[in-house]
């Protein structure tokens, strides 16, 4: 019926890699929020200039992968809709 294996699947070690990625990002993409933050309150406008630029980093990663999803199920219909 079921079998119990202690060898993880690749899904599963996929999955958690993708979540402890995230969480990753997110503390780093907050850190980078308060750090812009703290340089506009307190004139460390070196710390602010370096934050600005990590989170248009974040964005233009965010936009492309979004391009890039939305490109594969373009791609992904038009392969079966020719079929």
């Known amino acids: 019926m079921f079998r119990i294996s202690l060898k993880p699947s690749f899904e599963f070690l996929f999955s ?5 990625s995230a969480v990753a990002s997110f503390v ?6 308060a750090a812009f933050f703290y ?4 004139h460390d406008w070196g710390r602010s200039l370096l934050a600005a ?3 248009l980093v974040f964005a233009y990663g965010f936009f492309w992968i979004r391009d890039y999803r939305r490109d594969r199920r373009e791609q992904r219909y038009a392969s079966k809709v020719a079929v």
């Not at 958690?16 to 402890?20: A, I, K």
């Not at 780093?28 to 929020?33: E, G, K, S, Y």
């Not at 340089?39 to 307190?42: R, S």
């Open 16 to 20: 958690v890699s993708l979540l402890v």
């Open 53 to 55: 630029v990590i989170l």
């Open 28 to 33: 780093f993409l907050a850190t980078a929020v």
């Open 39 to 42: 340089g506009a309150i307190f």
